[in-house]
């Protein structure tokens, strides 16, 4: 079984499935660090879904389908994202 937790910022409320950064300023050192762990998290999330966007349409709107079809549907785009990235590799550069 796995477990699924959601990456948020401050302005979602706190749940249990649901991780968000410390609030405050003075915080001490663990938590600071747990904070910027999880932006970093966040941000790497945010530029992949920017990438799978910027290459496939689909996702520039909310995905009108049922779970199981958007499973899917994420999933053949990671591996069409894939088999381009290796094919790009493969071509000779015309520098």
Known sequence: MLLFLFIGDE??????????PYPGVALSKDKAIFNYCLSRARRCVENAFGIMASRFRIFRKPLVSSFKTSTFTVAAAVCLH???KSAEEEVPSCE
């Open 11 to 20: 302005a979602f409320p706190l749940k249990s499935n649901l991780m968000r």
């Open 82 to 84: 894939n088999f381009i």
